[in-house]
């Protein structure tokens, strides 16, 4: 007979990259992706298939999500800019 070790679960948050939409999904800790990870499901939103990013605090999202708003109203490649904000928003909480 095996023994069963108790797993805790951790809540990871994910928010849609094209509405914002936001969801919650537990994993077990041993199993938990890095910062950033995207993960596709179905947003409930869009109706669609689409990217959700994993966040792992809340501050850090609020501020790439802003960004991000903020440069798809000026008709930027939304690819090559997702990488440059989410850099742009870690230094924004690690300097101030």
């Not at 805790?8 to 994910?14: D, E, P, R």
């Not at 914002?20 to 939103?45: D, F, I, N, T, W």
């Not at 501020?63 to 440059?84: M, R």
């Amino acid at each position: 007979m095996t023994r069963q070790k108790n797993q805790i679960m951790i809540q990871s948050k994910f928010i849609c990259q094209e509405c914002g939409a936001q969801m919650v999904l537990y994993r077990k800790r041993a199993e938990q992706r890095k910062l950033g990870h995207v993960k596709h499901m179905h947003c409930p939103s869009c109706k669609e298939t689409r990217a959700f990013t994993e966040i792992k605090d809340w501050d850090r999202n609020v501020i790439f999500w802003e960004d991000y708003q903020n440069a798809l109203l000026t008709e930027e490649e939304p690819d090559e800019l997702w990488e440059a904000l989410w850099l742009r928003s870690s230094e924004s909480l690690l300097h101030g």
